[in-house]
């Protein structure tokens, strides 16, 4: 009885938390103006909505190829893409990373539950490295064009913070490195054990060889590591040019591409932080609003073009979700 009270508090507080953020989402939409933001989809159209669309099926398919590369057996990319669309879908609604479960959960029907955890674990653990190193690129990048196509939006002051900035995000995979080095798998069935966890023994033989396996696979499968860093790397670019198409779709096109370079790590920073917060819609599209106003722009198209990209994500991710339908065989 106490277990089936605390599941419906917990589905409560996530009702509350949907909920709040969809109310969010509407006072920011109505303090830009509903008439903007339908102005603004008209302008995008079905057609530049095709563009975004296939910009973000394009970024999906490089990280789950990434996926794909790092699961033992590498069986039915079909099921990995639809897999990783579908957990992307989840990240896109629901906060603290709960597309990872589900991603892992579709997979292991492929793989198997251990190799489908290990094999997200090493995606993610890449992932942090790739996407600091991709944000980095992009700052430098954008001061490097910013000598050639000049710009008043452009500010160096503004371009040092957000590489300062940047820089932070090498902690999370400093983080994630030090956990798998310390072979924190083992040390959690452990305590396990020494609480009276009934098969202690089963998962510690499991904890052991997941451990050992993270900490091996980069010196073990090097063309592997690289190949997935450099898939979720250019990933980050495809991002990118969602990002660029979806400013020129709506008409904000008086930026030149250093400004939007640097507008696109900062949107990336701020993520960062908004992902602590127990909400996801309205709060991205705050963080657009306040990003643009942070380097000197109308807030108001910050969050304007958030909010189309979380439609864009929305729609494409559904639809490459829809493969999930083709069955995979079952891994033995």
Not at 24 to 39: C, H, N, P, Q, T
Request: aromatic share 14%; hydrophobic share 50%; charged share 20%.
């Amino acid at each position: 009885m106490k277990a089936e009270l605390k599941n419906k508090l917990r589905n409560l507080l996530r009702i509350l938390l949907f909920v709040s953020s969809l109310a969010i989402l509407f006072f920011l939409l109505r303090s830009i103006g509903f008439d903007k933001v339908a102005e603004v989809f008209v302008k995008v159209g079905i057609g530049g909505m095709l563009v975004l669309a296939c910009c973000e099926i394009a970024e999906n398919g490089l990280d789950a190829f990434a996926l794909y590369s790092s699961l033992p057996g590498r069986r039915n990319f079909v099921r990995i893409f639809a897999s990783h669309g579908l957990g992307s879908l989840a990240n896109y609604l629901i906060p603290w990373e709960f597309g990872e479960l589900v991603k892992t959960g579709l997979i292991k029907e492929v793989v198997g539950t251990q190799n489908s955890i290990k094999g997200v674990v090493i995606w993610n653990y890449i992932y942090k490295l790739s996407k600091a190193c991709s944000l980095v690129s992009m700052a430098v990048l954008s001061l490097f064009l910013h000598f050639f196509m000049p710009d008043e939006y452009y500010k160096f002051d503004k371009f040092l913070i957000v590489l300062l900035c940047t820089l932070f995000v090498f902690l999370s995979y400093f983080g994630v490195m030090i956990i798998i080095k310390l072979n924190i798998s083992v040390k959690i069935v452990n305590v396990l054990k020494y609480l009276g966890k009934k098969n202690a023994d089963e998962l510690m033989e499991k904890a052991e060889k997941m451990d050992k396996d993270l900490n091996l696979f980069k010196k073990e499968n090097p063309k592997d590591y690289r190949k997935i860093f450099w898939l979720q790397f250019f990933a980050r670019y495809a991002s990118f040019f969602t990002f660029f198409f979806c400013i020129l779709f709506v008409g904000f096109n008086g930026y030149v591409l250093s400004t939007l370079l640097l507008l696109h790590c900062a949107r990336n920073l701020g993520n960062y932080i908004s992902a602590l917060i127990p909400m996801k819609l309205g709060i991205g599209e705050g963080t657009g609003y306040v990003v643009f106003a942070f380097m000197g722009l109308p807030g108001a198209e910050g969050g304007l073009v958030s909010f189309v990209l979380r439609i864009n994500a929305i729609i494409a991710m559904s639809l490459v979700s829809g493969l999930i339908i083709f069955k995979p065989k079952k891994s033995e």
